[in-house]
Nanobody, 124 residues
Framework: QVQLVESGGGAGQPGGSLRLSCVAS????????MGWYRQAPEKPRELVAA????????RYAESVKGRFTISRDNAKNTVFLEMKSLKPEDTAVYYC?????????????????WGQGTQVTISS
């Protein structure tokens, strides 16, 4: 099994900052791309930011460019999301996502995993 455990959510004020962390653990060969998604009430889940493993390519949602920074520590299978200049519209449940390679015998397969979500609420 593979587990993704998020931390760092909570309440903040407009203009403030929060930092999310997500650690992948369990039975896997490698953690490939990792990312953060969010889902606000009555809205579909959307990509916030994603980072690849080998070359570190990054992509952001237009709404967070210049305010959020995604990074990862490959040695610790951890992905971070530094959020600055927060706005009320950033309020959502934030989910960590990871593409993980697992091995069964001589066969390697890639799987998609999600964390349990962490609430971020921005209000004055």
């Amino acid at each position: 099994q593979v587990q993704l455990v998020e931390s760092g959510g909570g309440a903040g004020q407009p203009g403030g900052s929060l930092r999310l962390s997500c650690v992948a653990s369990g039975d896997f060969v490698t953690v490939n791309a990792m990312g953060w998604y969010r889902q606000a009430p009555e809205k579909p889940r959307e990509l916030v930011a994603a980072i690849s493993d080998a070359d570190g390519r990054i992509r952001y949602a237009e709404s967070v460019k210049g305010r959020f920074t995604i990074s990862r520590d490959n040695a610790k299978n951890t992905v971070f999301l530094e959020m600055k200049s927060l706005k009320p519209e950033d309020t959502a449940v934030y989910y960590c996502n990871a593409h993980v390679t697992r091995r069964s015998g001589n066969i390697r397969s890639m799987y998609d995993y999600w964390g349990q979500g962490t609430q971020v609420t921005i209000s004055s």
